[in-house]
């Protein structure tokens, strides 16, 4: 069954996206991997449809938040209400008891905020009153953030950065896919028509065995080599973590799974690779963003 | 003690391995004829036995040197380009063949190629350390990163290596070069304190707009839980009981040119292209769109990585 | 340009002291005691630095003051402790006092390579003082935690045990080179330029104590047999394990012990208490000794160094010595030409059946000698046994049966005699050890009109059944008398054997108390009584074997072994030649031994490789950053003859190291054997 449903759902994907294959099988990946996504682009290239394409496709109850400096942690969580009728306080479950959370310009949101959402992602539940509550399963959180630094913006701390596991850009589509775009129906008004191409039982299934996909040795000492690179070289104000090279060969094996395969190839590292450790690592010579990460890729051989 | 020793590899294409003493080994081998004297003056069995066992074990120690150093393999991935007065990082992938770990193997450049001396202690002297690798598991492979400063605004080539190392007793050292062909492009050093050139006529206000927030109204739309409060359009509710929040848009940036005659009044080639670089650098972090125009040559707005490397690579390779 | 050379990191510091302590802890035995409470302060104020950050004399000028006041006044009681003289006591606490003050300085590596030499330099010193195995075990102990040391400022990143892996590694394998260079190395016979005084003076393995000598003597020098006896001042005997002599019998027969009589000098002259050897002016002519040629004994004696020039030889050589430079005297005893300064080996052989001088002896009149005034009991004794036996063999038999009958004790703990020692210890103490009995039978003897001497040496020894080594020890020395008879000459009379036979017949182990022989613990039981004994018979076997042929391995005991190995002519050329091609044999192990894994790796990435190899051959660029199925890809579609073969070959590959079915290993050896893009392309 799986191998058909993901081409069903890839399919429906890019019928909606237009142009971006690349981008949405990362942000597949990155949902089958149990990761949570942040999408880094300018406004107007489909962030928040390709959010509400994936909850319709997988079948996930969806909320969608617009996160703004004043916004306090309870507006996302939920408050307790006075009910006076019964004389008791009642929970008001806020946005975050859904599915899939997009969390839109999350850097616009004070630290306090920010880190009530992240802590929700890392933990699965929420806390309220000292009681706490497991949030759905599946969850998952993707955030969008402009990528020029602006006033009046948090940019979010390396270390809750880590929370996610990858980070994509979608960018312009390019001429072609713009085309159809332009001459093609409202995105938005086909959104209500798309089907769920999986229930949420399959969506378990199918992130179990991601879990279950094969990494062999030679391919783990190929993760520790790019690891040990980062760590090495000196390139880098500080190495990957150990917490990343997990989230690498995790969403390797999702991406191996969406090619079809059981089992984990050096070239799956390299596709995801960009996405999964791109935001976890700042560059000690920051006036020259060069393409190191090919560089990376080109420089650490596979072990034969 | 020990003799010159300079043995070679069994392989064609890898590099020939020295291995001498240095200062210490020698000092060493003057330790051991002077023991060896005294053990044969006294008539001393046990003190011969000793003065033997030394140097039984420094010439185990040369053994050793020589597979901590020969059993290395490096291999040189591409440089970086980089700016005048900064690294280039040079990425060396270094393997461990042997069953044993290799230790304290120390990288070094070639610095003053000039330099020259007849004493051969004094030739090494024209390498600086550049990087230093710790320790290296068998069967392992490492990346690790050169710093190499670079020096002046166009072409540089790498030019020689020497991987050294003086493990375990440090008193011999054994080492092989490394000759890197590769060419890095230098850029000019980024410096000069001129203010940016402004996009042009009125930019100012817009470029305030953009640094403040979301002045531009740019229409309603349906309210979403979670959305300001402060945004919700009020007067509209009371007019159709739909909540809806106001939207605001960013105004897109006006490109920025950087021109050949803006920094005319610097004196000098150099201070003008470092000038012209530090403005390019400003933009890029900015995420601003900026043009290039230099004599002869013109390079179309942009705001990319591909633009931002293709104007320094302008930069570094002008011929005033 | 200079570059200031690296600290050395606090580690190796902190290890290079403990190691040092250890390696000066032997020392403290023999120095001066404020000499080693100055190094161990000087190296708690370094230690202090390590652990509590007090400052060093570079950090401040008053303590730099303070560093220079203190190693000047070191020096400077070094200096009036052991004079001005260079000497080996002195030498070794001046090194001691440097090392210290070196490594309280100790600031980059240089410093510290410095504080590592002298230290081993330290080590070598303590071989003026012992030779035994344990302080070879010692000074391996020391050279590795030295080792360590000088890897540990190398690789200060490591571990304590990888360090002391590392250098347990080097001394393993720096063992057969240092055997090699042991047994093949040319000895040059030393001094090359002489030999510090202290150093000849106190011999090793001896206590500067003797049996025999009329007083104990606790000043250096005076070891061994000493040429003057004296009698009854006193009255412990002082009974040493020292060992004077080793001797191995030819053919490994011992003799019995009552004919084991080791003989060293002649007293004559007494003055009534203390017995000296003739004048020097006084040496006549050859002895004339005739042998009876039947019982002869062939052996090899190995004599420890005494300072004095006796050789002791089996009752009596018929042979000069071989192996050393030495004469007979008159007397009958070996006297060598040199003062025996180290050990030395001569092989003798000697006949206990013998007449000496029989006909006629020159110095007869010496050996009536005794001193007027004296001894009158004695002499009225003598008178007295005379008369009533005037057969000269009657009185001498009456003699040793007044010894024998009258309560005369053998102790080795007599009362101090005074007054006329002689008639004091005949007809009062009567308790006595060799040397009274052997003094008293003399005068005895001289009184009576019969020629007399003494002769002093050794008598008996400890056989070791395990490699049938005698040992002769310095409680083994003995005294004797020989007196002269006409038509028969000098003839040995023990008169200690007429009170206690046992010190002759099994020797002094007997009389010792029995905490001498063993442990109290094993006393009670025989069967531990006989382990221990046995026990120590192999310890005192391998000390033998390492004294003769370790302490002792000098140039004649190099060539002596290299015949013993086969080598007919051995001399430096030979020994040159076989030490180079034993060196290289060692050299060509060694680079085996360290270089011999290159070649593994795994058969799979060897097949990998040679496929890339093949690839590329055929104008597909490989690069090793590129995972397989894109490299596979692009050959295919650079190669579309041989795709189907690098698509078969490089699924091999992945389900080999990628899906972990191991098996197809061989499968795709075997495929990447037989690929040939080439053909495919034409």
């Known amino acids: ?304 | 003690m020990q003799f010159i020793l300079s043995r070679f590899r069994r392989a064609h294409s890898q590099p020939r391995v020295f291995i001498l003493p240095n200062r210490y080994g020698y000092g060493f081998a003057l330790l051991l004829v002077v023991m060896l004297l005294g053990a044969i003056n006294y008539n001393n069995s046990l003190a011969h036995l000793l003065v033997f066992l030394l140097a039984a074990m420094g010439h185990v120690a040369m053994h050793h040197c020589y597979r901590n150093v020969s059993r290395l393999s490096c291999k040189p991935g591409k440089a970086s380009n980089s700016f005048a007065g900064s690294h280039i990082q040079l990425p060396i992938s270094v393997s461990n063949s042997s069953a044993q770990a290799i230790c304290q193997i120390a990288i070094a450049s070639m610095d003053n190629e000039k330099f020259r001396s007849w004493l051969p202690f004094r030739h090494f002297t024209r390498y600086r350390l550049r990087q230093q690798l710790t320790r290296l598991e068998p069967q392992q492979t490492q990346t690790l990163s050169l710093p190499i400063p670079a020096k002046q605004r166009g072409w540089q080539k790498i030019g020689r290596l020497r991987v050294s190392s003086v493990y375990p007793l440090g008193l011999l050292n054994c080492w092989f070069f490394l000759e890197i062909d590769d060419e890095v492009l230098i850029y000019p050093k980024p410096f000069g304190n001129k203010p940016m050139p402004n996009a042009g006529e009125g930019d100012e206000g817009k470029a305030m707009t953009q640094m403040v927030g979301n002045d531009d109204f740019a229409g309603f739309r349906r309210f979403r839980p979670g959305e300001n409060h402060h945004q919700i359009a009020w007067k509209a509710l009371a007019r159709d009981d739909i909540l809806r929040t106001k939207q605001y848009t960013m105004p897109s940036a006006q490109h920025r040119q950087f021109r050949w005659q803006d920094v005319a009044d610097i004196v000098g080639t150099e201070n003008k292209l470092s000038q012209l670089c530090q403005w390019i650098c400003t933009a890029h972090q900015q995420g601003s769109r900026f043009s290039l125009q230099l004599p002869g040559q013109s390079i179309a707005a942009g705001n990319d990585s591909a633009h931002f490397h293709l104007c320094l690579r302008a930069l570094a390779v002008y011929e005033g | 340009m200079k570059a200031s050379r690296p600290a050395p990191p606090k580690v190796a510091i902190n290890w290079l002291m403990a190691t040092l302590v250890l390696i000066a802890l032997p020392h403290f035995l023999h120095l001066p005691a404020w000499l080693s409470i100055i190094f161990l302060a000087v190296m708690g104020w370094r230690l202090m630095n390590s652990l509590r950050g007090w400052p060093l004399p570079e950090h401040h000028l008053l303590l730099r003051a303070v560093h220079l006041l203190l190693a000047i006044i070191a020096v400077v009681l070094v200096i009036s402790q052991y004079g001005m003289t260079i000497a080996r006591d002195a030498g070794v606490a001046l090194l001691t006092v440097l090392l210290a003050f070196k490594l309280l300085e100790t600031r980059d590596i240089r410093d510290y390579y410095l504080s590592c030499f002298l230290g081993f330099f330290l080590i070598a010193t303590q071989f003026f003082f012992q030779q035994s195995m344990l302080i070879v075990l010692l000074m391996m102990v020391n050279v590795l935690l030295l080792t360590s040391c000088m890897i540990s400022v190398n690789d200060a990143s490591s571990s304590i045990r990888q360090r002391l892996k590392t250098s347990g590694v080097l001394l393993l394998q720096a063992t057969p080179m240092m055997l090699l260079l042991f047994v093949l190395f040319p000895r040059v016979p030393g001094p090359l330029w002489g030999v510090a005084n202290d150093y000849v003076e106190v011999a090793d393995s001896m206590p500067s104590r003797m049996t025999l000598s009329g007083l104990p003597s606790l000043s250096q020098g005076q070891t061994g047999i000493s040429e003057a006896m004296q009698v009854g001042r006193i009255s412990d005997q002082v009974q040493s394990d020292a060992i004077a002599f080793r001797v191995r019998f030819a053919d490994n027969t011992i003799p019995p012990n009552q004919i084991l009589y080791w003989r060293g000098p002649v007293l004559w002259h007494t003055d009534g208490e203390q017995w000296q050897p003739l004048a020097t002016d006084t040496q006549p002519s050859q002895p004339e000794i005739s042998f009876d040629e039947q019982h002869r004994i062939d052996y090899t004696v190995t004599l420890e160094r005494h300072n004095q020039q006796w050789l002791f030889a089996l009752d009596l050589p018929d042979s000069l010595p071989q192996g050393i430079n030495a004469a007979m005297n008159s007397e009958g005893s070996l006297i060598s030409s040199e003062v025996i300064r180290k050990r030395s080996q001569f092989n003798l052989s000697s006949v206990p059946d013998y007449q000496f001088n029989a006909r006629h002896e020159p110095l007869l009149n010496y050996a009536l000698e005794l001193p007027d005034d004296q001894h009158p009991q004695a002499r009225q004794l003598a008178q007295q046994l005379r008369t009533q036996y005037p057969e000269k063999t009657d009185y001498v038999q009456a003699v040793l049966n007044y010894f024998a009958e009258q309560p005369f004790y053998y102790t080795l703990s007599p009362p101090l005699l005074s007054g006329d020692v002689i008639d004091s210890f005949l007809f009062e103490s009567r308790h006595g050890f060799c040397e009274h009995y052997a003094a008293s039978f003399t005068v005895l003897m001289r009184a009576a009109g019969i020629p007399a001497r003494v002769v002093i040496g050794y008598q008996g020894g400890d056989v070791n059944s395990v490699d049938q080594i005698l040992t002769v020890r310095q409680r083994d020395a003995h005294a004797w008398t020989e007196i002269w008879l006409d038509e028969q000459g000098w003839i040995r009379v023990d008169p200690t054997s007429a009170v206690a036979s046992e010190r002759i017949l099994s020797g002094i182990r007997g009389l010792l108390p029995s905490e001498r022989r063993m442990p109290r613990a094993f006393a009670d039981s025989p069967e531990l009584e006989n382990l221990w004994q046995q026990l120590r018979e192999h310890w005192e076997a391998v000390n033998n074997a390492w004294e003769l042929w370790v302490v002792g391995y000098d140039p004649t005991r190099q060539l002596e072994l290299l015949r013993k190995l086969g080598m007919k002519q051995p001399d430096w050329r030979s020994m040159a030649q076989w030490l180079t091609i034993g060196m290289l044999l060692i050299f060509i192990a060694l680079a085996w031994l360290t270089l011999r894994h290159k070649t593994q790796r795994d058969s799979v990435a060897e097949a990998y490789l040679d496929f890339c190899r093949r690839l590329s051959k055929s104008g597909v660029s490989i690069n090793p950053a590129e995972g397989p199925m894109t490299l596979a890809q692009k050959a295919a579609q650079q190669l579309p003859e041989a795709a189907a073969d690098i698509q078969a070959i490089t699924s091999d590959y992945l389900a080999v190291r990628y899906q972990q079915q191991p098996d197809k290993a061989a499968r795709f050896i075997e495929k990447v054997r037989h690929f040939k893009p080439r053909s495919h392309a034409r």
């Open chain 1, 1 to 304: 069954m799986a191998q058909g449903s993901i081409h069903a759902i890839l399919d429906q994907l890019n019928h909606i996206i237009l142009g971006k294959p690349q981008a949405v099988k990362l942000a597949l990946s990155c949902l089958l991997a149990r990761g949570h996504l942040l999408i880094e682009d300018v406004p107007g290239v489909g962030k928040t449809t390709l959010a509400h394409a994936l909850a319709s496709t997988l079948g996930l109850s969806f909320q969608r938040v617009q996160f703004t400096s004043d916004m306090l942690p309870a507006d996302i969580i939920g408050v307790s209400v006075y009910d006076r009728e019964q004389s008791v306080f009642s929970f008001h479950r806020g946005p975050i008891f859904c599915q899939l959370l997009l969390a839109d310009e999350i850097n616009r949101a004070s630290p306090r905020t920010q880190s009530a959402l992240l802590e929700a992602m890392e933990e699965q539940q929420v806390t309220v009153e000292g009681e706490a509550m497991p949030l759905k399963d599946p969850f998952f959180v993707i955030a969008t953030q402009n990528p020029t630094h602006q006033i009046g913006t948090f940019p979010l701390p390396e270390s809750q950065l880590d929370r996610f596991l990858m980070r994509i850009a979608i960018g312009y589509p390019d001429a072609q896919a713009e085309h159809d775009l332009l001459k093609g129906e409202d995105r938005r008004h086909l959104l209500q028509h798309l089907s769920s191409q999986l229930s949420v039982s399959e969506l378990l299934n199918l992130q179990q065995r991601v879990n279950q996909l094969t990494a062999s040795d030679q391919l783990i000492h190929y993760v520790q080599a790019l690891l040990n690179y980062t760590r090495e070289s000196g390139r880098f104000v500080s190495g990957l973590s150990p917490r990343a090279g997990l989230g690498l060969v995790r969403a390797a094996k999702a991406w191996a799974c969406i090619d079809g395969r059981d089992f984990v190839l050096p070239e799956d590292v390299q596709s995801v690779l960009p996405s999964v450790v791109e935001h976890r690592l700042q560059l000690t010579d920051n006036s020259l963003q060069a393409d190191w990460l090919s560089e990376m890729l080109q420089t650490v051989p596979i072990p034969r």
